[in-house]
């Protein structure tokens, strides 16, 4: 059973370029997560997507954009960059209405560096 | 909104000494709480996890007890070895609107095991 995929593994941009990272869920899983992990802290909460829909959003900016295709796959956009997106993009997987106490899986990440 | 707070590292310990990481929280409903690690490059995997008021999560030697009363959930190992030098985060889980679900972090708490 394939966990949770991430392409690339890494990635470098330059500043004001635009960026598309991808993420498959674990088989069986509905739902997306994706989190940004700067250098030295913890995840944060970027966004969720369910049935090809933004369900909830963190605190960031519209430069951050994503989709969610029929096949519960998904990609995060990052557009304009900036130096400060350099980070580790994690997406995780997980099953909407499961209980709360079912963890979320989460991919190897895309470490993005931002030039 | 929720929060998890946990000891500032790094963490110097002597292969075999106890290990104690501390982690508390802050949260509206009745979270789950989940202990990850993050191994250097990789991404997050889960090492153990608990539901309710007074379960006791564990895996691999380490130990984490959900405390409503001190809103804690502190993690123990009785003897570390090399092999767990990682970086540890305490997280938390809660259910919103729709029934979705949403991982709060810790900062990370980086753990070093020197022979």
């Known amino acids: 059973d394939a966990g949770v995929t991430q392409s690339p593994t890494h990635l470098i941009k330059t500043r004001g370029q635009q960026v598309t990272l991808r993420c498959s869920p674990k088989?069986?899983?509905?739902?997306v997560s994706w989190y940004q992990q700067a250098l030295g802290q913890g995840p944060q909460f970027i966004f969720q997507y369910y049935e090809e829909e933004e369900r909830q959003r963190g605190n960031f900016p519209d430069r951050f954009s994503g989709h969610q295709f029929p096949n519960y796959s998904s990609e995060l956009n990052v557009n304009a960059l900036l130096l400060g997106d350099s980070a580790l993009y994690l997406c995780?997987?997980?099953?909407?209405?499961?209980?709360?106490?079912?963890?979320?899986?989460f991919g190897q990440g895309t470490r993005l560096t931002v030039v | 909104g929720n929060s998890v707070t946990q000891m500032e590292g790094p963490v110097t310990l002597s292969e075999e000494a106890f290990l104690t990481i501390n982690c508390t929280y802050t949260a509206t409903g009745y979270p789950s709480l989940f202990w990850y690690v993050q191994y250097p490059g990789e991404g997050l995997q889960l090492l153990l996890k608990a539901t309710k008021a007074d379960d006791k999560g564990s895996n691999k030697g380490f130990e984490a007890t959900y405390r409503k009363e001190t809103t804690s959930f502190h993690l123990e190992k009785g003897s570390v070895q090399v092999s767990d030098s990682a970086v540890y985060f305490c997280a938390l889980s809660d259910a919103y609107s729709g029934g979705y679900q949403k991982v709060t972090f810790g900062t990370g708490t980086k753990l070093q095991v020197i022979p």
């Open positions: 995780a997987s997980s099953l909407v209405l499961q209980p709360v106490n079912t963890e979320a899986f």
């Open positions: 088989s069986g899983h509905d739902t």
